[in-house]
C-alpha cells in the first residue's frame, strides 16, 4: 500500500524529528527543507524542479573480507560479498512443488453490488500438528458497518457462507467476535501433510467505497473477497486484526482457476491471465488461471479505456475509467504509468531478479489510498494531483511513476516472498518503499533519494537513533499493533525502514546489496519469510564484520 492521507502527519513527525535533532547533527535549515520538503512530496503537493546535478554512485568501501575461498566463485561476480549470490536478471522459476488450489466459480452482480462463488479449495496441513479447526479470513464483512472496518460509510454486509462440505458431510461454521474471522470444525483431526478438498459458497456485498475493496462511479475493486484459509504458523492460525491504513492480509500460495460471470458491457481486469472469454446473450464468462499466487482479485467497469505493451514475456495493461476521468491529461498519465511499469519491471528485475509471471495490470482507480498491491495487479490512485502532468519534479508524472514503482515494487515483497504484513510490516511496506529509489536510480534520478543518505541523517547515530526512539518510529522492525499511534507505524515502516535499508546500500555497496536482496528473493521466493530469514541472508552476504552495517542495524532494529 501506498499512502496518501498519512501526508500530514508524516511531516509533522518529520518536523518532530528536525526539532530534536538538527542542532545535534548540525543539519543547516536549508539543507533539512529539502530533506523534509524531498520526503515528503511524492504525497503531497509539487515544488519547484531543482537542478543539482546527479551525484555518482557511492559504493563504499566495506570491511568484509574478500570472497570465501568455499563459495563457488563463479558467482561471485566480482562482488564484495561471502557468499555466492544469483546472477543480475536472474529467472525466479514458479517452482513445480505441491500447492494449495482454489476452484472459484463467481458471479459479479452489478444489479445488487455482490460478487458470489462456488470454491473447492485444496490444500494440504504444512504444520506438524493436527488440524482439528480451520481458520477462515473474510474481509469484507468488516465493512458492514464503519465501526468494524475503520471506513466512514461501509455499507457491506456479513458475507453469507453455506454449503460447506467435505466429501458428503456437511461442516458449519462459527464466527469469531472478530467479524473477518470464521472457524471450521472438522469432523476428524487433519494430520500433517494430509490433504483436503472442501468446497462452500458464499455471497459478498461490495460497499459503495472509494476504496480497494468497493464500488464508485461504476468501477469496481473486488479484492479479499471470498474466504481465503489462513496460515497456520508456529503459533497457530495466524489471524491477525484488520486495520485500514495498511495491511493485514497473509496467505498461502496457490494456483487459482477461476471462472468469473459478469454483464457483457463490464470489462476486467484480474490476477492471473484470461484464457477464454465465453458470450451467452447478455453476459460474459471468463476462464482465468493464475498460478502460484498468494489471492486472486478482479477489477470491473464498463469505462475502461485499455493501454497495453509488453516487457520481455510480461504483457502490462494499464486502463482507467473513461467515463470519469482525474484529468483532462489521463491518456498521457496512463501512457506515463506504462512507461513507470516496464522501467520498474526492468529494474526490479535486473536487481531482484525477473518477474516470472506473463501478465500485470495497472487500474487507475478511484481510491484513496495512493496505491494497493495485489499478486499481478496493482491499484494507483486516480486523484487528480496524481494524473496531472505537472505534478512533478523532474519527470512528467512523477508521483503516479513512484506510486506505480512502488506497487510493482510489492510483486517481489508481498507478492513472490510473503510475509505477515500485520506482524512484520517492514519486511513489505520497507522494502516496497525502498524499490522507489531503485526505480529511481534506474531512470537517472539516484539524486532524488539522496536525503535519505547518511551523510544527511546517520541512523546509526545515538542521536538520531534517541530521536526515532522518543518518536516510537524505531525499532522498524515491529508489527503494527506495537506501535502507539498510526503515524508512528506508518513513518517508521514506509521512511524509517525505507532509509534503513538505502543506508544498508551504502554500507555493502549498491551492486552488492542487490546481490543481497536477490539471494534473499531467490531463498525465500514463494514462501512466507520473516526477517529472520532476511538477516540471515544479509548477514552471510555481507559478513559479520562491516561495522557501518552492523551499527545501523543495532540502532535501528531490534534484533
Ligand atoms: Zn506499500
Given at each position: 500500500m501506498r499512502h496518501f492521507k498519512s501526508t500530514v502527519a508524516a511531516l509533522l513527525a518529520f518536523s518532530m524529528i528536525f526539532s530534536l535533532t538538527a542542532c545535534r547533527e548540525k543539519v543547516s535549515d536549508k539543507e533539512f527543507e529539502k530533506k523534509l520538503t524531498r520526503s515528503v512530496t511524492t504525497e503531497t503537493i509539487p515544488e519547484p524542479t531543482e537542478t543539482e546535478p546527479p551525484e555518482p554512485t557511492e559504493t563504499e568501501p566495506t570491511d568484509t573480507e574478500p570472497t570465501d575461498s568455499s563459495s563457488d566463485p563463479s558467482n561471485m561476480q566480482g562482488l564484495n560479498l561471502k557468499a555466492p549470490v544469483p546472477e543480475k536478471n536472474c529467472a525466479i522459476e514458479i517452482p513445480q512443488d505441491e500447492r494449495y488450489h482454489y476452484d472459484m466459480v463467481l458471479t459479479l452482480d452489478p444489479e445488487t453490488n455482490t460478487v458470489s462463488g462456488?470454491?473447492?479449495?485444496?490444500?494440504?496441513?504444512?504444520?506438524?500438528?493436527?488440524?482439528?479447526?480451520?481458520?477462515?479470513?473474510?474481509?469484507?464483512?468488516?465493512?458492514?458497518?464503519?465501526?468494524?472496518?475503520?471506513?466512514?460509510?461501509?455499507?457491506?454486509?456479513?458475507?453469507?457462507v453455506t454449503n460447506i462440505t467435505v466429501g458428503n458431510t456437511?461442516?458449519?461454521?462459527?464466527?469469531?467476535?472478530?467479524?473477518?474471522?470464521?472457524?471450521?470444525?472438522?469432523?476428524?483431526?487433519?494430520?500433517?501433510?494430509?490433504?483436503?478438498?472442501?468446497?462452500?459458497?458464499?455471497?459478498?456485498?461490495?460497499?459503495?467505497?472509494?476504496?480497494?475493496?468497493?464500488?464508485?462511479?461504476?468501477?469496481?475493486?473486488?479484492t479479499n473477497f471470498y474466504p481465503i484459509l489462513a496460515v497456520y504458523t508456529e503459533d497457530g492460525w495466524s489471524h491477525e486484526k484488520f486495520y485500514n491504513m495498511g495491511e493485514c492480509f497473509f496467505s498461502e500460495i496457490a494456483d487459482y482457476n477461476v471462472m468469473l460471470t459478469v454483464p457483457s458491457e463490464y470489462k476486467i481486469l484480474s490476477t492471473g491471465t484470461e484464457t477464454k472469454a465465453d458470450n451467452q446473450g447478455d453476459k460474459t464468462t471468463y476462464t482465468i488461471s493464475a498460478p502460484c499466487v498468494r489471492d486472486f482479485v478482479f477489477c470491473a467497469s464498463t469505462s475502461f479505456k485499455f493501454f497495453e505493451d509488453d516487457y520481455k514475456d510480461t504483457h502490462i495493461r494499464v486502463v482507467y475509467d473513461e467515463a470519469h476521468p482525474a484529468s483532462t491529461e489521463m491518456d498521457e498519465c496512463a501512457e506515463a504509468s506504462l512507461k513507470a511499469a516496464q522501467d520498474s519491471l526492468a529494474a526490479f528485475g535486473e536487481a531482484f531478479g525477473?518477474?516470472?509471471?506473463?501478465?500485470?495490470?495497472?487500474?487507475?482507480?478511484?481510491?484513496?489510498?495512493?496505491?494497493?498491491?495485489?499478486?499481478?495487479?496493482?491499484?494507483?490512485?486516480?486523484?487528480?494531483?496524481?494524473?496531472?502532468?505537472?505534478?512533478?519534479?523532474?519527470?512528467?508524472?512523477?508521483?503516479?511513476?513512484?506510486?506505480?514503482?512502488?506497487?510493482?515494487?510489492?510483486?517481489?515483497?508481498?507478492?513472490?516472498?510473503?510475509?505477515?504484513?500485520?506482524?512484520?510490516?517492514?519486511?513489505?511496506?520497507?522494502?516496497?518503499?525502498?524499490?522507489?529509489?531503485?526505480?529511481?536510480?534506474?531512470?537517472?534520478?539516484?539524486?532524488?533519494?539522496?536525503?535519505?543518505?547518511?551523510?544527511?541523517?546517520?541512523?546509526?547515530?545515538?542521536?538520531?537513533?534517541?530521536?526515532?526512539k522518543s518518536m516510537d518510529q524505531i525499532p522498524v522492525n515491529r508489527s503494527y499493533y506495537s506501535f502507539s499511534n498510526e503515524n508512528s507505524y506508518v513513518y517508521a515502516a514506509y521512511e524509517i525502514g525505507k532509509q534503513a535499508l538505502y543506508q544498508m546500500e551504502e554500507a555493502v555497496g549498491r551492486e552488492e546489496f542487490h546481490a543481497i536482496i536477490r539471494e534473499y528473493v531467490h531463498r525465500n521466493a514463494f514462501t512466507n519469510s520473516t526477517e529472520d530469514r532476511f538477516f540471515e541472508v544479509l548477514f552471510e552476504c555481507a559478513g559479520q564484520d562491516n561495522q557501518a552495517l552492523n551499527a545501523l542495524v543495532e540502532s535501528v532494529f531490534e534484533r
Open positions: 462456488h470454491v473447492v479449495a485444496y490444500f494440504f496441513n504444512n504444520s506438524n500438528e493436527a488440524w482439528s479447526d480451520l481458520c477462515f479470513r473474510d474481509y469484507p464483512s468488516l465493512f458492514k458497518d464503519s465501526q468494524t472496518s475503520g471506513v466512514q460509510g461501509s455499507d457491506g454486509a456479513l458475507t453469507e456437511a461442516l458449519t461454521m462459527k464466527r469469531d467476535s472478530d467479524v473477518s474471522v470464521f472457524w471450521v470444525s472438522l469432523p476428524q483431526p487433519l494430520h500433517p501433510n494430509d490433504t483436503m478438498t472442501l468446497s462452500y459458497d458464499f455471497t459478498t456485498k461490495i460497499p459503495s467505497l472509494k476504496d480497494r475493496f468497493g464500488v464508485h462511479n461504476g468501477v469496481y475493486n473486488v525477473e518477474y516470472p509471471y506473463p501478465e500485470l495490470d495497472i487500474i487507475l482507480a478511484p481510491i484513496e489510498a495512493g496505491g494497493m498491491e495485489y499478486p499481478n495487479l496493482i491499484i494507483c490512485t486516480a486523484e487528480s494531483y496524481y494524473c496531472m502532468k505537472n505534478s512533478y519534479e523532474r519527470i512528467p508524472f512523477e508521483q503516479m511513476s513512484i506510486v506505480v514503482a512502488h506497487e510493482i515494487g510489492h510483486q517481489w515483497f508481498m507478492g513472490i516472498v510473503g510475509s505477515n504484513s500485520g506482524l512484520e510490516p517492514w519486511l513489505d511496506e520497507s522494502f516496497a518503499s525502498y524499490t522507489e529509489i531503485v526505480y529511481a536510480e534506474y531512470i537517472g534520478l539516484s539524486d532524488q533519494y539522496d536525503h535519505y543518505s547518511k551523510k544527511y541523517m546517520d541512523l546509526s547515530s545515538s542521536a538520531i537513533h534517541d530521536s526515532l
